[in-house]
């Protein structure tokens, strides 16, 4: 078994303010994804990774950045807060061996406030 | 483009009671396509998944899902809820390039 580590648990940020979320995996797994979480909208894909060094922009990348510099790890960036928001940022991980290999395993998630 | 409805936004069913919950599928091609639950401040953990096979596929904690092409459908089922199954209910469809597609969840209530 393995497990995905997120930090920080809590991040409260203030409008304009740069932050910067933390995943750590130690599955060895080759993919990495970043999803955004709001009430009532599901999981939107934000970046995706499949070995370090890559990175592939989902449907929300805008305003956000990656950076995927060991394979245990993919951060995630909040290039400009945006006033008010609340949203939970999910990372997960799979392995890479095509479809049918694909099972995406979470971690806890990084609630994010701005104030 | 691939995309993923669960129409009821809320359910609410009593302990032992069975249960259904909704997930229609748009995807050109045979699907993959999962469920997943979410318990209150924890991450996704899988339920089930279905590969193309045998339409009915067993998951965790009792939880089963029937594919329907001809509905472009995936719905959870449960015959006995527990008070343990309270928690959001994710459907997800896979893309072509791995790349999961999620609905907006279902919230099971369950009462005693």
């Known amino acids: 078994g393995g497990i995905i580590t997120q930090t920080p648990k809590f991040l409260i940020g203030q409008e304009g303010q740069k932050l910067t979320l933390k995943c750590q995996q130690n599955f060895n797994h080759d993919t990495m994804y970043w999803y955004r979480q709001d009430s009532g909208k599901g999981l939107r894909l934000i970046y995706y990774s499949i070995t370090e060094n890559d990175l592939q922009k989902g449907d929300l990348s805008e305003g956000y950045d990656a950076s995927r510099e060991k394979k245990s790890s993919f951060s995630l960036t909040v290039t400009s807060a945006q006033k008010n928001e609340m949203a939970v940022f999910l990372c997960?991980?799979?392995?890479?061996?095509?479809?049918?290999?694909?099972?995406?395993?979470f971690g806890p998630g990084t609630r994010l406030l701005v104030l | 483009a691939q995309s993923v409805t669960q129409p009821d936004a809320r359910v609410t069913v009593s302990e032992g009671a069975s249960l259904q919950l909704r997930c229609k599928y748009s995807y050109f091609g045979t699907p993959y396509l999962f469920w997943y639950v979410q318990y209150p401040r924890q991450g996704l953990q899988l339920l089930l998944k279905y590969y193309p096979g045998d339409p009915v596929v067993q998951g965790v904690n009792g939880f089963e899902a029937e594919f329907s092409k001809s509905n472009s459908s995936f719905h959870l089922r449960k015959a006995s809820v527990h008070w343990s199954d309270w928690a959001v209910y994710f459907c997800a469809v896979l893309s072509n390039y791995n790349v999961l597609y999620f609905g907006s969840g279902t919230k099971l209530t369950v009462e005693p």
């Open positions: 997960a991980s799979s392995p890479t061996g095509g479809r049918g290999q694909d099972t995406q395993y």
